[in-house]
């Protein structure tokens, strides 16, 4: 069956150093795959979206992997702020027009 | 500019009814998706409109129905209301990808609608 899977578990960090966050998915073959970031009772705000033909995409202090092989996403926060802590979701197109989200990882950064 | 707007913020509702929901995208967008998002998940894919059709759909039954208006605008309605729709409705606005198959470009979300069935 279908899956995308990201770490239900928090990822609790201290401040400055880089929070890491995967996202593996199985049975998709998707073109595209997107990070986004959502705070409490709010809308998932878009952060980045990383190609199949890309490896690699920078911005700021973000940055994400993509490899088609392990069907795998790395989402990197570097110099990592309380102001960072979220939940932060990947989605990936499951067919035409449809994103599928994974079920979001909650990142905790500590002053 | 205005970004994507939700209405209403809240809205509870009883077994039975039925419920509309009102999205407008942000400006320059022409594509509208709607999704159900339940506490400690992610959001799950309703469908979503273009061009005023619905051209793609997600595991919902057809108590979940929308439309499209001239203006890009949309609504979701949800007839005979389970206790289980109560969650938070998210519209997310996109322009359509002109790369072929595959065209989900970022998309922009509301705030979303707090339902809650009693």
């Known amino acids: 069956s279908q899956k995308i899977e990201q770490n239900s578990e928090a990822l609790n960090i201290q401040e400055g150093k880089t929070a890491t966050l995967t996202c593996n998915y199985t049975?998709?073959?998707?073109?595209?795959l997107q990070w986004y970031r959502q705070d409490p009772g709010r809308g998932p705000v878009f952060l980045l979206l990383?190609?199949?033909?890309?490896k690699e995409k920078r911005k700021e202090r973000l940055k994400v992997t993509f490899d088609t092989t392990l069907k795998q996403s790395l989402f990197h926060i570097t110099a990592s702020q309380p102001a960072d802590s979220a939940t932060y979701l990947c989605?990936?197109?499951?067919?035409?027009?449809?994103?599928?989200f994974g079920s979001g990882t909650r990142l905790l950064v500590r002053p | 500019d205005a970004g994507v707007t939700q209405s209403p913020t809240h809205l509870i509702k009883t077994r039975g009814q039925q419920v509309t929901l009102r999205c407008s995208p942000k400006?320059?967008?022409?594509?509208v998706s709607w999704y159900q998002q339940a506490l400690g998940q992610g959001p799950q894919f309703i469908f979503q409109?273009?061009?005023?059709?619905?051209?793609q759909r997600g595991n919902f039954p057809d108590r979940f129905s929308g439309h499209q208006f001239p203006n890009y605008s949309s609504e979701l309605n949800v007839n005979a209301l389970l206790l289980g729709d109560s969650a938070l409705y998210l519209c997310?606005?996109?322009?359509?990808?002109?790369?072929?198959?595959?065209?989900?470009?970022?998309?922009?979300f509301g705030p979303g609608t707090r339902l809650t069935v009693t």
């Open positions: 997310a606005s996109s322009l359509d990808g002109r790369e072929g198959l595959f065209s989900s470009y970022e998309q922009y």
């Open positions: 049975n998709y073959s998707p073109a595209y």
């Open positions: 990383i190609r199949e033909n890309e």
């Open positions: 989605a990936l197109e499951g067919s035409s027009y449809k994103l599928i």
């Open positions: 400006s320059g967008h022409d594509t």
């Open positions: 409109y273009y061009e005023e059709e619905e051209r």
